[in-house]
């Protein structure tokens, strides 16, 4: 590595900054927390890999945001509130202290910004791919938590925000030929998307209150869509048609039609994908439009166990041979 | 990566079937903990990365507890009982449904043997070095968490075990010449303690009922006495001469005499270093030896700054250049 640091002097200088009042300074080898009186504990575990989950020449910043964020989405998606977060920090040889200093600012502003401090973690080096293994805490009134196996025959499906803008943007990115003829603000907006994941948060409380089942798409619409149903001993029928799409990338699905499978099918959403039942959809509507974030109701849960019928924008019956994205 | 399983396959295969009660069937995104009353939560995060933690091709059983280890040895060091664990597992393309079923299984078999079951987890693939990310969960009883940090002047330092086996062991691994005088035995057992760290959890309700300060001795004895001397405010006198020795470290360090450097500042010991008041140093050793485990007095707290005082085995101040491990 190129910072000439020891593990403890770049912990004291990057990251206890940053530590929460569980951490003990970083100066121990763990956290201790005190969970909150008649609260479960919600906890998740992501990691994300150069070439994989981000290009390793990503700002740092953007990549302590993003390692953060996958979390905090998996936690709102639970109706849990955070608590706090541990982080492993897997360092190649071409972190320098500048590097550092960019990255540990960044995750310093999401923890404050998201109220999710860091409690603690391991710094080691890799002669392989820089790695950043997250795992957050947070909680929720004991029994509370949101599960995905909780969809119910009759319920509505919904999503939040809008679908697709992250695998356009990474699109954008690989400097497809479309991109070019996309509006400037719309291509820095899909690639933002794409880099940048914005948790749901604010729905955490609806989600609580109203969401029979719930799980943040990752791997695509189509695909987690139809992984919610199965777990949950159901299946549905979802209405392409009321996919919700930001301007950008209706803008880019006019460019090139086929886009739109893409949008549909493809990763790193970071939206909430959830079932309500009929007589709570008002109130959930309601209550997520007061949080600030838009959900659109987009099919409906039904009682049976094969694969969910997705109809596309010209009402006939879709079929999509790769319904997400696959890590192996 | 060799086998051709998606990550629900994966996950379905090797890790559900050692799942515990809050992992959900590892169907969710996220786990569930319902902390028991009265406790405070104890969280530990160690990663290993192959080619600097561990041997690519060693076992990959050997891999599995190694991992899980580590950080149940740093919860044995704070006087917490596990309550389960999250794995991140970064897989490279040589990892085979072979090693995939062995891995799973000794991770199964530490995970029963140390009451410690599986919670959840993220698996993925890296381009780079195979890393496996654990945070591990514990509980103590509220307010009774052993720190670092506690260590006070007057106090007696105590470790447990044999110290230098894993140092030494690694020279076996590398085959340095001294180790073909070895006895086999010896050899053997010198190596397994490299691959294999025995968490000391039976210590754990000692050192919560006696210890003021206590850590695990992962980057060498010299440089982690010092490390908690330091952040407690403190400074101390040890006397190496009365460092516990295995038979295995004795015979090599009777071969070759400079070797008790190394096993006295070499890594990956995994016992415990504590300090005791002087009053309850009686209660504290029977504690221990009615749990099973040895501990050895190497020493004493005194107040002031400076670095501690290593005594030789001939009596005389020792210097050390490189007191402990540094990763970077």
């Not at 997705?310 to 994205?325: E, H, V, W």
Request: charged content about 20%.
């Amino acid at each position: 590595m190129a910072a000439p640091f020891s593990e403890d002097e770049l912990i004291a200088r990057y990251f206890a900054p940053m530590a929460g009042p569980g951490a003990l300074g970083l100066r121990d080898d763990a956290a201790l927390l005190s969970p909150p009186p008649g609260c479960d504990l919600v906890l998740t575990k992501d990691a994300i890999v150069a070439s994989v989950h981000f290009f390793a020449d990503d700002p740092p910043g953007a990549i302590a945001r993003k390692a953060l964020r996958v979390n905090l989405s998996d936690l709102a998606a639970k109706g849990a509130e955070p608590l706090g977060f541990l982080l492993a920090l897997a360092l190649t040889k071409e972190q320098t202290p500048d590097w550092l200093a960019a990255f540990a600012q960044a995750l310093s502003e999401d923890a404050a910004l998201f109220r999710c401090s860091l409690l603690g973690g391991d710094t080691v080096k890799t002669p392989g791919a820089l790695t950043i293994s997250i795992t957050a805490l947070g909680s929720v009134p004991a029994g509370r938590m949101v599960p995905r196996t909780g969809a119910k025959a009759g319920d509505f499906i919904y999503v939040s925000g809008t679908i697709g803008d992250a695998a356009l943007g990474l699109q954008v990115r690989l400097a497809q030929y479309w991109a070019d003829r996309l509006e400037t603000t719309h291509k820095a907006f899909l690639r933002d998307r794409y880099l940048l994941p914005q948790p749901r948060q604010a729905l955490a409380p609806p989600l609580r209150d109203f969401a029979h089942g719930a799980m943040d798409i990752s791997d695509g619409l189509v695909g987690d869509c139809a992984k919610m149903l199965r777990v949950s001993g159901v299946t549905g029928e979802i209405d392409l048609a009321r996919m919700p799409l930001s301007e950008a990338a209706a803008e880019a699905i006019g460019i090139k039609p086929e886009l739109f499978d893409l949008a549909v099918t493809g990763g790193d959403d970071y939206e909430i994908l959830c079932t309500v039942a009929p007589e709570k959809a008002d109130a959930f509507e309601a209550a997520a439009h007061q949080a600030g974030i838009s959900v659109t109701r987009i099919g409906i849960v039904r009682e049976g166990q094969g694969a969910p019928v997705f109809r596309g924008r010209d009402g006939a019956l879709k079929n999509f041979a790769q319904g997400s994205y696959a890590h192996f």
